[in-house]
T-cell receptor
Framework: AQSVAQPEDQVNVAEGNPLTVKCTYSVSGNPYLFWYVQYPNRGLQFLLK??????LVKGSYGFEAEFNKSQTSFHLKKPSALVSDSALYFC?????????????FGGGTRLMVKP | GAVVSQHPSRVICKSGTSVKIECRSLDFQATTMFWYRQFPKKSLMLMATSNEGSKATYEQGVEKDKFLINHASLTLSTLTVTSAHPEDSSFYIC?????????????FGNGTRLTVT
């Protein structure tokens, strides 16, 4: 069974500082990893994904994530946080050996960026 | 980019009535759509996988007779909450992907806030 853990319910960052939102995963095969962002009362928006290739993946709005196979992690990062980045962030994994198309989501991390 | 439209965005209904939520892929065909439920301060819970032209696959613990899913075309899936009760109040989100490929991201609707009084 595949699973995703986001150990922090909330991350607080001052505007302009770097931010990291943590994610670890567990799959039996090779993982496809995704980050999504959710603004209040909205659906999820796709930020970035890791499929194969470079471990550092760049996505929307200046976000990036680093795939670390040995640590089974896929932490989301941004060099300089904006107040508008405040939202709920979800990490998700799909096992590439999975016959279905199912994503498993982490519990979500609320990012609060203060001016 | 791919757009998924979900309607309505908010609905308030009385206990015992039924509510239908629509999920449309606007510029792509979606053989498979997914319905999620999100509780306050909680992650997304996959309710069911909706397959065009066939019966939906429900996750364990989800009542298929209560949450009716119909996927009549490649661009439309509907979720009907039958005989709604206050405990059904939640945020429901649909999603779809352009192709059934493991590396394609899902595109999400904006969600429907259901309040049952």
């Amino acid at each position: 069974a595949q699973s995703v853990a986001q150990p922090e319910d909330q991350v607080n960052v001052a505007e302009g500082n770097p931010l990291t939102v943590k994610c670890t995963y567990s799959v039996s095969g090779n993982p496809y990893l995704f980050w999504y962002v959710q603004y209040p009362n909205r659906g999820l928006q796709f930020l970035l994904k890791y499929i194969t290739g470079d471990n550092l993946v760049k996505g929307s709005y200046g976000f990036e994530a680093e795939f670390n196979k040995s640590q089974t992690s896929f932490h989301l990062k941004k060099p300089s946080a904006l107040v508008s980045d405040s939202a709920l962030y979800f990490c998700a994994v799909r096992d590439n050996d999975n016959a279905g198309n199912m994503l498993t989501f982490g519990g979500g991390t609320r990012l609060m960026v203060k001016p | 980019g791919a757009v998924v439209s979900q309607h309505p965005s908010r609905v308030i209904c009385k206990s015992g009535t039924s509510v239908k939520i629509e999920c449309r892929s606007l510029d792509f065909q979606a053989t498979t759509m997914f319905w999620y439920r999100q509780f306050p301060k909680k992650s997304l819970m996959l309710m069911a996988t909706s397959n065009e032209g066939s019966k939906a696959t429900y996750e364990q613990g989800v009542e298929k007779d209560k949450f009716l899913i119909n996927h009549a075309s490649l661009t439309l899936s509907t979720l009907t909450v039958t005989s709604a009760h206050p405990e059904d109040s939640s945020f429901y989100i649909c999603s779809a992907s352009e192709v059934v490929a493991y590396n394609s991201p899902l595109h999400f609707g904006n969600g429907t806030r259901l309040t049952v009084t």
